[in-house]
Every structure is written in structure tokens, then in C-alpha cells.
């Protein structure tokens, strides 16, 4: 599959999910949330298709997710993550020019008094490098992301 072909099946399918969001709101059924994910693409980075694709399907998961963007500096993360106290926040990354940008993401959230786990992927992002700058768990694609989320969340 080319990037093209990638771009338009992503977005076909957050259509159709928000499509579906607006359905089952419509029927009055209340839903719960899991619970509060923080997502970013970290500073520098504007790539941000892995990390779409990501929430898309936490968010159909049951998980509530803040998508803070892309090109996000580590300050704003911290204080999203101070101010919405999620246990769990996701780091995403596509450029190895944005690793160090990641690893003092990590080191400000890992520094809060009460931090949260710290979830990391991308394409350049490795198990032992995440593990190396202190993220607690290393997804490599969303279904990982969903089993990280209900280990953190204890489903």
C-alpha cells in the first residue's frame, strides 16, 4: 500500500467511526468511558497518521482520548497531563530528528509527583530505545496500544 492509498483509508475510517459516534449518541444510550488517554505527536514532528489511527481505535475501545496534535512541546503535555491526571499518556514519533524531543517529554512526565505510565510509538521508535529513556511500555502498532491501555487501566 502506498502513502496515498494509507491517507484515504484512515480518513474513510474515521469517518465512518464518527459516523457511528453519532448514531449511538442519537439513540440515548449512555456511554462510559473507560478512561482518559493523553496522545501526542511530539515536538518537531508533524507526521501524525499512526497516531490518528491510534486514537481512532482506542476511542472505539471505550477510552476517552485527548489528542493534544502534533508538533506538541513537552511542557504542554505535562501540563495536559497535570491538568486532566490521566494515567496514560502516548508518545508518538516519525522523524529520528524528534527522538530527543520524545526522551525530555518522558523526563518532564516522569519527574511529576504523580506521573503517568508513558505509552511510545512510531517508526522510528524501538522496544530497547523506549525502554532506554524511561517510557514504560513501547507500542508497535494500535493493537498494541489497546493491550497497553487495559494492562494500565486494569481490564
Same mark, same amino acid.
Given at each position: 500500500?502506498?502513502?496515498?492509498?494509507? %491517507?484515504?483509508? +484512515?480518513?474513510?475510517?474515521?469517518? !465512518?467511526?464518527?459516523? $457511528? &459516534?453519532? !448514531? %449511538?449518541?442519537?439513540?440515548? /444510550?449512555?456511554?462510559?468511558? &473507560?478512561?482518559?488517554?493523553?496522545?501526542?505527536?511530539?515536538?518537531? #514532528?508533524?507526521? #501524525?497518521?499512526?497516531?490518528?489511527?491510534? =486514537?481512532?481505535?482506542?476511542?472505539?475501545?471505550?477510552?476517552?482520548?485527548? #489528542? %493534544?496534535? =502534533?508538533?506538541? /512541546?513537552?511542557?504542554?503535555?505535562?501540563?495536559? +497531563?497535570?491538568?486532566?491526571?490521566?494515567?496514560?499518556?502516548?508518545?508518538? /514519533?516519525?522523524?529520528?530528528?524528534?527522538?530527543? +524531543?520524545?526522551?525530555?517529554?518522558?523526563?518532564?512526565? =516522569? +519527574?511529576?509527583?504523580?506521573?503517568? /505510565?508513558?505509552? !511510545?510509538?512510531?517508526?522510528?521508535?524501538?522496544?530497547?530505545?523506549?525502554?532506554?529513556?524511561?517510557? #514504560?511500555?513501547?507500542? =508497535?502498532?494500535? @493493537?498494541?496500544?489497546?493491550? $497497553?491501555? @487495559? &494492562?494500565?487501566?486494569?481490564?
Amino acid at each position: 500500500m502506498f502513502l496515498p492509498q494509507l %491517507l484515504s483509508a +484512515a480518513q474513510a475510517a474515521q469517518a !465512518v467511526f464518527e459516523e $457511528i &459516534k453519532t !448514531v %449511538l449518541a442519537n439513540t440515548g /444510550a449512555e456511554t462510559v468511558s &473507560k478512561g482518559s488517554i493523553i496522545i501526542a505527536t511530539v515536538q518537531g #514532528d508533524i507526521h #501524525d497518521i499512526g497516531k490518528n489511527i491510534v =486514537k481512532t481505535v482506542l476511542e472505539n475501545y471505550g477510552y476517552t482520548v485527548i #489528542d %493534544l496534535g =502534533k508538533d506538541v /512541546a513537552p511542557e504542554t503535555v505535562v501540563s495536559a +497531563a497535570k491538568e486532566r491526571n490521566a494515567p496514560l499518556v502516548g508518545l508518538s /514519533a516519525l522523524m529520528t530528528t524528534t527522538l530527543p +524531543a520524545m526522551e525530555e517529554t518522558i523526563r518532564q512526565l =516522569k +519527574a511529576l509527583d504523580n506521573p503517568p /505510565a508513558v505509552m !511510545v510509538g512510531g517508526a522510528v521508535v524501538t522496544e530497547s530505545w523506549a525502554l532506554s529513556v524511561g517510557a #514504560d511500555y513501547y507500542a =508497535k502498532d494500535a @493493537r498494541a496500544a489497546v493491550g $497497553i491501555a @487495559r &494492562k494500565v487501566f486494569g481490564e
